[in-house]
């Protein structure tokens, strides 16, 4: 099956900083990428849909100004948390559909561990 | 998208099949039903979809009721590594194509 990366595995950083999370689908093109968030014992929460080459469409109730989204080629979507605080700290997954396979299902990366301190 | 119902969790004997229910009885003719599995701190793997046929692979079965308001996931041999939270979503096949998790089933298979 198609696989999705994502880097760094994990992340520490200190409050008031940006970190960037990568999105990379390795062997196939994805011109939509979807990025998630996941706190402890929870369900995955849709953060946003990622579009290459046009402007990110966010959740209802994500703040777009505080997790850039860029999608600037077909096989690469970045998250940046900006001004990143202790709430942030989460777990982060993207993923993408093959959509030159015909396949209908979308592959996840394994996720991005974000704590800040 | 419609919004779909699991139990919270289950449990089932190594060796035995695991049958995980969902509800989705608001789905409309042309959604698919997804079903994923995430094990502890990765990312969801995908397991099978179906829309009105029962479906099969070398994972699982799927199988949907005729008035597709819900559907049952089937382990057929269940193992310790298939301790998991199982997702069963629902997403109309066009669009933006994205998922809506709902709180999926927390599976433990007992040894």
């Known amino acids: 099956g198609a696989v999705v990366s994502q880097h760094p595995s994990w992340v520490i950083c200190k409050s008031g900083t940006s970190v960037k999370i990568e999105c990379r689908s390795l062997d196939f093109q994805a011109t939509t990428m979807f990025w998630y968030r996941q706190f402890p014992k929870q369900s995955l929460m849709l953060m946003a849909t990622s579009n290459e080459g046009s402007k990110a469409t966010y959740e209802q109730g994500v703040e777009k100004d505080k997790f850039l989204i860029n999608h600037a080629s077909l096989t690469l979507s970045t998250l940046t948390v900006t001004s990143a605080h202790p709430e942030d700290s989460s777990f982060y997954i993207c993923s993408a559909r093959d959509l030159t396979s015909g396949s209908r299902e979308q592959y996840f990366g394994p996720g991005t561990r974000l704590t800040v301190t | 998208d419609a919004k779909t119902t699991q139990p919270t969790s289950m449990d089932c004997a190594e060796g035995r099949a695991a049958n995980l229910p969902c509800n989705h009885s608001?789905?409309?003719?042309?959604?698919?039903v997804y079903w994923y599995r995430q094990i502890h701190s990765q990312g969801p793997q995908y397991i099978i979809h179906g829309l009105k046929n029962n479906e099969t692979n070398e994972m699982a079965s799927l199988i949907i009721t005729e008035d597709r308001k819900s559907s049952t996931l089937i382990l057929p041999h269940a193992t310790l590594r298939d301790t998991a939270v199982y997702y069963c979503i629902v997403r109309v096949p066009s669009g933006t194509y994205k998922y809506i998790f709902g709180t999926g089933t927390r599976l433990k298979v007992l040894a």
């Open positions: 608001t789905i409309s003719g042309n959604e698919y």
